[in-house]
């Protein structure tokens, strides 16, 4: 609770924890055995409040809805609270569903509307409540209206894709959606069994569940009709019918009438179709954009619909009144469904993403911008589309005594851009052409440091909050921060002392995309993912999502040639960008898009986790702009079908000195743990890949979670997995050839019962080390991603980004017993860190950097 009497002078008055207890709750865990277990915790994520000045009610996205008195929190003497010190909670309703180890069905919005509640429900759309009993009343969701046919599983009926046992369809009796019987069967009898069957918990899960992840709901009286507009994520903006809302009970429960809808812009796909491509029912795609991508909220101005979208900024809809009749372009049906190079187009292959869509044309309104915003957003029922305005849709808020018409006047709007600060907007949807309909007043961003410009004059602002990565020297902190590519701090005073308040010296250009100066064209760090320092050569490289390694020169820089107020422009030359699939063309059997996470460079050769191609050896020292140069210098795991190093998001490489092999450590994913010789970088080979064992209930089986990070330390490697927390292992045991004729991507094997094995190669680990199974720390969401480590006077720590977590260091000095040594919370989500100077450096995400002594 805070103190905004003074804007100048805001005050934290208090903070609460919000408490929650669910008993008895059955799901499926990662191995597929059926457990039930109690959720109890403390330490609750509120996603929304909603209050009519008595009453407070509560959206937790851990639990469901809660209710209080507003008294109990404001009150002077203090906040009433439960025995464990948490807000007294007069009464609530758990509204989420567990099939698999990951819930749906947390509140993320709440708003009151006359004598209900509406809430946006992530994964299981719209939730309608009433707010005195706090019993659900009504709903809508999208993923089992069996009669829509314009989402992302084309009119799915999931009652005939479930199994059943004595006419007992796996689903759940009240939401619909697959059941723990049903993730239990596909993990157990279609992935280890290789039954044929179909996975409709796995492929919701797994990656369909982002085109019906609501994330913000409005309603509005349109006639006799009452409708509510969902921010449906990648399902685009869905209008519902929801007349009745206000009389609707448990016994008389409204389901909402799915009347039209306007598609999100789709997040940049791979560029094969993506059935077929792999046995795991773990997809390789990564899901972080597809998160943070399409509608993401949602208010109405008379008939007209205001929403932001991901990529496409803000966007205004007319006839909102009547989306049923005019949510559709002028000359639908369109054919989206396109074939890939090579192949025919097929319904159902999601080739490309949006091949559902038939009601609006999505080809893209310019041609030769391979991400320009789709034809549809040009022309109605479209009134407006802005763009992005200063990053990324994320929310937009009107402001008091807003005029949508007028010309001129003060700002009408908000546009919050996420990592991007905010816009006041001034609209005017009244003016004959869409680039007239809107101008952008003011900004605001998200810190107050000066850039440099593309030109190198000290006039761009800089904004953070997409921050993923961090290398530092002992001078500086280099920090990767997606669409704002790399920023430079300066770490030490004039004293040479360390500081905590550091500055922006440098950066690379704050845009995704070139631009030209004269007759020079300055290139970004595009969607900076990552960032590794290589201080023999004065560099630092970039993992830049979709476009590959970027190298940066950072002598000058070093040298101290940038200052605060005056910072040095970074900039990478044609020569410093490696892409096997770019703007320079394509080099032969890598046809895929660049998706480079991780980096080892040793001597002209930089070894790359790339993604779903797996380990790629370029070498640095010839022209990537030629194709033909021999820049890529050898690749394994970019073959078509299952990718044998999954989403490879990590790598090491260790020297055996008594045999001379050169090996690559990687972390493969959720298909664990990769060990490649790359002896011959011209043909590096497979040694084995598997998933650490996993032992539960007198069964053996794999980790659950996805292999992201490894460190070689002595005669150990180390890897980080996101929920089974860190592994060692012997390099011995790795590297042990496997018996003749074992394929190295099939190193162990179930049974045909699902349970026993018929063979299992895979070594044991030496150690492992879970943060939730130290006392106290039971109730963190902690999933261990990227992390460093010093080996100072025989102590090994670890210093690890622990996600929403927060920050953990652990000291592994005994190879067989690690331990906690400190943990601590940050603001968001802890990805990365770099240690300098006896300070921990953290990137969080929408936190920005964290700094720890």
Known sequence: MVDVSDVSA???????GVNYEKLGVTFAEGGGAILTEDLVGTRSHIAALETDGTTLWIAN??????RTALSNLVAAEGPALEEDGTLLIEAEQYTQQ???????????????????????????????????????????NMYVDTEVTEDWFIGM?????VQSEEGDLFVDDFTGMPDYRQTNFEIEQVWHAEVDAPTPW??????????YNSHDVAVAEQGERTIAYIAYGLGGLVAVDVTGYDEATPETFLVGDYLGYAPGVPAHGPDQPRIDRTR?????????????????????????????????????????????????????????????EGGTAELGDHFPDYEWVTSYDMSPADPDDHESLPAWMYAAPALLTTGEVGGHGRAVVPLVGANLDAVGGPADLLLLSGAGGMTELDLTLLAPVMGERFASLRSFYTTDEVGAAADGSPTAPINIGHTQGAT???GYLYIADGPHGVTVWDILGDDGLPIDDPHVVGNTL????????????????????????????????????????RRLPIGSVEAGEGAVGMPLLVAPQPTDIFEHNGQWGTVEGLQQQDHAYDVYRRGDLAYVADGSNGLTIYDITRDPTDTSSGFVVGNVGSESGRPPLGRATGIDVWTDEESGTDYAFMSAGQFGIGVVDVTDPSAPALVKVFQPIKYEDDKVGHADGRNVDVHVVGEHVFFSYTSFGLLSYTIADLIEPLPEGVDPTEIWKRGTDGTSLLFDHRPEAVARFRLVDVEGYEELDAEALYMEYSNVAGRLLFYVAYGEAGVAIIDWTDAAAPTLVARAPTIHEATAVTLQNGRLYVADHDGGIAIFR
């Not at 809430?119 to 939730?127: F, H, I, P, V």
């Open 61 to 66: 996205a851990d639990y469901g809805l809660q």
């Open 280 to 340: 795991s029912l773990y997809p390789y795609y990564g899901a972080g954009m597809l998160k943070e991508a399409g509608a993401t909220s949602v208010f109405v101005d008379g008939t007209r619909v205001l929403y932001t979208d991901h990529f496409a900024g803000l966007v205004v809809l007319g006839h909102a009144d009547a989306p049923d009749a005019f949510w559709a372009q002028s000359g639908a049906p369109f054919d989206n469904d396109q074939a890939p």
């Open 510 to 549: 704050q845009d995704e995309y070139p631009q030209t100066v004269g007759d020079v064209t300055v290139y970004p760090a595009t969607h900076a993912w990552g960032v590794v320092l290589d201080a023999e050569a004065d560099a630092v490289y970039t993992l830049c999502q979709s476009v590959g390694l």
């Open 98 to 140: 567990y099939a698999g180890e990951h819930p749906w069905g947390g509140l993320v919005s709440l708003a009151r509307v006359g004598g209900r509640l509406f809430a946006a429900q992530a994964y299981m759309g719209m939730g309608i409540f009433d707010p005195d009993t706090l019993a659900q009343v009504g709903r809508y």
């Open 202 to 211: 796995a492929d919701f899960d797994r990656y369909g569940k982002f085109y």
């Open 472 to 474: 530092s020297t002992p």
């Open 10 to 16: 805001m005050a934290l008055v208090r903070v609460v």
């Open 157 to 161: 009926d999931v009652t005939s894709e």
